[in-house]
């Protein structure tokens, strides 16, 4: 059985008139960025739950996120004489404890967490975009699930004030 649900997803975005190099270094500031190997080991290594949690939280940054990649969009526009250059990155940060808080109640939040911050400079300055979780997961009809993805929203939208501020 095939089920199609349209989500409707709200986006937000910030415009900067700093460089984009000051934007990512702002954005790192609140994105832990952790060795994803020995993460893993870690991980996988510990006995408990408390003990996964401490590992997760030594790994986080300021504004309880970490940085599981990043992809340099821009690498493909760069090598093409036919198209106008810029500076693109994606950057894929989450929380697996926040991730574990969602998909206990909502299994699909899994689709969308970890989250995207899109970073990408246009005449106009530097824009930072943001796909809200609580939109993604808004026909849930979970009410903790949502909560969660609003503290997650409120955290990520922190982090994007003060980078682009």
Known sequence: MMTTKKITVDRVTFVSKRSFEEVL??????????????????????????????????AVGSADLMEFMRLDL??????????????????????????????????DAGSYAPVTILVYE?????????????????????????????DLDAKVIRLLTEATA
């Open 25 to 58: 270094s702002l954005l790192d500031k609140g994105i832990g960025r952790p060795n994803l190997a020995e993460l893993n080991r870690r991980l996988n290594e510990a006995p408990t739950f408390e003990d996964y949690a401490s590992v997760i939280h030594s």
């Open 122 to 150: 246009r005449a106009d300055g530097v824009h930072v975009s943001y796909d809200t979780m609580a939109s993604y997961l808004a026909t849930s009809d979970n009410e903790k699930a949502l909560q969660v993805a609003k």
């Open 74 to 107: 821009g690498s493909a526009l760069r090598r093409d004489p036919a198209v106008a250059a810029y500076k693109i990155v994606r950057i894929i940060a989450g929380n697996p404890l926040i991730m574990k808080q969602m998909t206990a109640h909502v299994p």
